[in-house]
């Protein structure tokens, strides 16, 4: 089972750097430049799905299609963000579920008020701590009625709260049986290696080009302590510079340069291996 792989490589010890993505295209990109996972990004998923900034606007339903599309289109485990779990905690409970059916590993439920948003941008705001609580427990419940994921529980408390009051929130969610914990945008290295040292089990960093996080590089994120280094932006905005780099070629009456050969685009598809199943599906008709 895929939560069962994702465990494995997390017990396994040291650092894994994890590119986000945001399609099922950037997925198997992922997986083909040869990382063992990967995450679903919400800012991303909201920005490619609806053009539309990640504050709460997609819904349940648009997310999870994704998310579904995602899985299936790679075999590495992906983790799954779930912003607050759309709703109370029996909504969370259903969330937890249907990502697990979709085929999510592990699925992200954060303490922050709905409608939500991207936390390293400004207006963030959490609930009460024990409505964050149950939250995290109604999570552990659905993955302890048989729902194979793991938990990651986030907490955004350090933007309004401090940082202590965000450790003590993960340390509680740590508690009631949450697997990997994320306090969200610590803001200096003595910052992040307090919440290493403070915060027990498997911890991750996400790390934003330009946001409230310094960009350690992996190594030195391994020496503070983090195991997943998130990084939920760095493809979107690739993609992003290199598709307006060539518009600007095509308004100014040339072809873009730089441009991935027409076999490598069928290869990253799939071509490839849809021609090699279907010969043998002909010649079984034959």
Not at 67 to 76: E, K, L, M, T
Not at 123 to 150: F, S, T
Not at 172 to 189: M, N, T, Y
Not at 262 to 275: K, N, P, Q, S, W
């Amino acid at each position: 089972m895929s939560a069962e792989r994702l465990r494995a490589l997390l017990s396994a010890g040291g650092l894994t750097v994890m590119p986000c993505c945001f399609d099922a295209l950037s997925a198997k990109m992922i997986e083909q430049a040869g990382f063992p996972l990967t995450f679903m990004s919400g800012f991303a998923v909201s920005a490619a799905r609806l053009g539309l900034p990640d504050t709460g606007l997609i819904s349940y339903g648009e997310i999870l299609e994704q998310g579904r599309n995602i899985c299936q289109a790679v075999s590495i485990p992906v983790i799954g963000d779930a912003d607050t779990g759309y709703g109370n905690a029996l909504n969370v409970k259903r969330t937890v579920k249907g990502y697990a059916a979709a085929g999510f590993s592990a699925v992200m439920i954060e303490d922050q008020v709905a409608p939500k948003r991207c936390g390293h941008t400004k207006g963030k705001a959490v609930v009460e701590r024990g409505e964050a609580l149950d939250r995290i427990r109604a999570a552990v419940d659905a993955r302890e009625e048989g729902a194979e994921v793991l938990i990651l529980a986030r907490t955004d408390a350090r933007a309004g709260h401090g940082l202590g009051e965000a450790i003590e929130r993960a340390q509680a969610f740590h508690e009631l049986g949450a697997d990997i914990l994320f306090v969200e945008a610590p803001k200096s290295e003595a910052e992040m290696r307090e919440v290493c040292r403070e915060v027990p089990g498997w911890n991750m960093a996400n790390l934003v080009e330009n946001g409230e996080t310094p960009l350690l590089p992996p190594a030195a994120l391994e020496e503070v302590g983090y195991v997943l280094a998130a990084y939920p932006l760095t493809l979107l905005s690739a993609a992003l510079r290199a598709m307006r780099a060539a518009l600007e070629e095509m308004k100014g009456g040339t072809h873009p340069r730089n441009l991935l050969d027409f076999a490598d685009l069928r290869r990253i598809v799939g071509f490839e291996d849809y021609y090699a199943e279907e010969e043998r599906y002909t010649r079984n008709g034959d």
